[in-house]
T-cell receptor, first 113, second 113 residues
Framework: GENVEQHPSTLSVQEGDSAVIKCTYS??????FPWYKQELGKGPQLIID?????GEKKDQRIAVTLNKTAKHFSLHITETQPEDSAVYFC????????????FGTGTRLKVLA | DTGVSQNPRHKITKRGQNVTFRCDPI?????LYWYRQTLGQGPEFLTY????????KSRLLSDRFSAERPKGSFSTLEIQRTEQGDSAMYLC???????????FGPGTRLTVL
C-alpha cells in the first residue's frame, strides 16, 4: 500500500480563519511527510515537512501533525490570508526497496477576503 | 524560482509524433525525479535517477516513454508515438538529500491533439 488519501478536495475559508487538510497513508515504512503548495502555472513548492520521530512541527502560521499509529497527518494553516489560496498536496516517502514520493490528490484552498 | 528549469514550458503536438522534454536540475543534487500531473490530481511518480543511473520506473511508464540522464546532470524524457492520453503536465524535481527536500521545476505542459 503506497496510496495516500487527502481530504477535503476543496476548502473555502474566510480570511483570518484556520484551514485544516488531512491525509491518510497505508505504508507503515514511510518516515517522511512533506506538504507542498502549488500555484497556477508553477511546480509544487515545499512548505513544511515532518519526520516520523516527531509528532508536530510548526513554522509561523503553518503546522503539521503526525499520528504514526493511525497513519494520518494533517496540515494546519492559521490566520489565513488571500495569498494562501492555492492547491496543497500531502506526500509521503516510500522506502520499500525504493525511494519515491507518493502524493495525495490535492486540496484546493480558497481564502475569501 | 527553485533553480530547476524545464524546457519547453508548453508543447502542442499531433497524435503519433515524438516529443522530448529537458530538465536542468540544481547541480549539486544527484537525485532527479520525473512526475506526470493531470488536472485535479497530484504528481504521479514516473521514474528517478541517482546520478546517471535510472533506479526505478513506474508501471505508468509504458515502452513509449524513455528517460535519460547521460552525465548525471540534465535529464530528458522522450515520449514516442504520442497519444491523447499523454496530455498532462510533466514535472521534474531534484532532491537535496539533506534535508530531503525536493525542488520542482515549473513543468512542461503537453497537449496532444
Amino acid at each position: 500500500g503506497e496510496n495516500v488519501e487527502q481530504h477535503p478536495s476543496t476548502l473555502s475559508v474566510q480570511e483570518g480563519d484556520s484551514a485544516v487538510i488531512k491525509c491518510t497513508y497505508s505504508d507503515s515504512a514511510s518516515n517522511y511527510f512533506p506538504w507542498y503548495k502549488q500555484e497556477l502555472g508553477k511546480g509544487p513548492q515545499l512548505i513544511i515537512d515532518i519526520r516520523s520521530n516527531v509528532g508536530e512541527k510548526k513554522d509561523q502560521r503553518i503546522a503539521v501533525t503526525l499520528n504514526k499509529t493511525a497513519k494520518h497527518f494533517s496540515l494546519h494553516i492559521t490566520e489565513t490570508q488571500p495569498e494562501d489560496s492555492a492547491v496543497y498536496f500531502c506526500a509521503h516517502l516510500s522506502v520499500r526497496g525504493t525511494y519515491k514520493y507518493i502524493f495525495g490528490t490535492g486540496t484546493r484552498l480558497k481564502v475569501l477576503a | 524560482d527553485t533553480g530547476v528549469s524545464q524546457n519547453p514550458r508548453h508543447k502542442i503536438t499531433k497524435r503519433g509524433q515524438n516529443v522530448t522534454f529537458r530538465c536542468d536540475p540544481i547541480s549539486e543534487h544527484n537525485r532527479l525525479y520525473w512526475y506526470r500531473q493531470t488536472l485535479g490530481q497530484g504528481p504521479e511518480f514516473l521514474t528517478y535517477f541517482q546520478n546517471e543511473a535510472q533506479l526505478e520506473k513506474s508501471r505508468l511508464l509504458s515502452d513509449r516513454f524513455s528517460a535519460e540522464r547521460p552525465k548525471g546532470s540534465f535529464s530528458t524524457l522522450e515520449i514516442q508515438r504520442t497519444e491523447q492520453g499523454d496530455s498532462a503536465m510533466y514535472l521534474c524535481a531534484c532532491l537535496d538529500p539533506v534535508p530531503n527536500e525536493q525542488f520542482f521545476g515549473p513543468g512542461t505542459r503537453l497537449t496532444v491533439l
